[in-house]
């Protein structure tokens, strides 16, 4: 088995795969009476053959090192994660490399950051670290099948340095 170490999730060297979705510095506006700082449009929405829709994933924690048998992508539409807890979760994703997965990379957020994975990224499945597992989660509602999958020969462990 290969073995993937985790890096902090970092919007730059996840740029290629997703936004990372997190407080600026200063809030792009205040509102409701100057008590409510507004970060405004973090993530590039996009979905092809359907509508947005925000739906409630409860998931198992798991626990580090932790095995990597496969991952999924979605081709019609963007899929953001955003945790309902002050916890961290891991984040696996991949280039596409001519229609299969490349080596993947792991990223472990912080509490308070969420996730935006561009439509079509190779990730893996959510995998939170903590209880609650419970996640706000947006992306395409509509027809069609919007899901590839890919399992991996050989798996990889993932663990933290």
């Given amino acids: 088995m290969k073995t993937l170490f985790t890096q902090p999730l970092i919007a730059e060297s996840f740029a290629a795969f997703g936004d990372v979705l997190e407080l600026k510095s200063a809030p792009d506006k205040l509102i409701n009476q100057g008590l409510c700082g507004r970060h405004h449009d973090l993530a590039n929405l996009e979905f092809s053959g359907g509508s947005a829709g925000i739906s409630l994933f409860d998931a198992e924690p798991r626990s580090l090192p932790y095995k990597?048998?496969?991952?999924?992508?979605?081709?019609?539409?963007?899929?953001?994660?955003?945790?309902?807890?002050q916890t961290s979760f891991l984040v696996i994703v991949a280039v596409d490399d001519g229609g299969k997965p490349g080596i993947p990379l792991a990223f472990e957020t912080v509490p308070g950051q969420a996730i935006n994975l561009h439509r079509g990224t190779w990730h893996g499945v959510l995998t939170p670290l903590h209880a609650p597992g419970l996640f706000a989660v947006v992306d395409r509602i509509g027809p069609?099948?919007?899901?590839?999958?890919?399992?991996?020969e050989t798996p990889f462990t993932v663990s933290r340095d």
């Fill in 68 to 85: 990597l048998e496969m991952v999924e992508r979605h081709p019609d539409g963007s899929q953001a994660f955003i945790p309902m807890s």
């Fill in 144 to 152: 069609g099948l919007n899901l590839e999958e890919h399992w991996f």
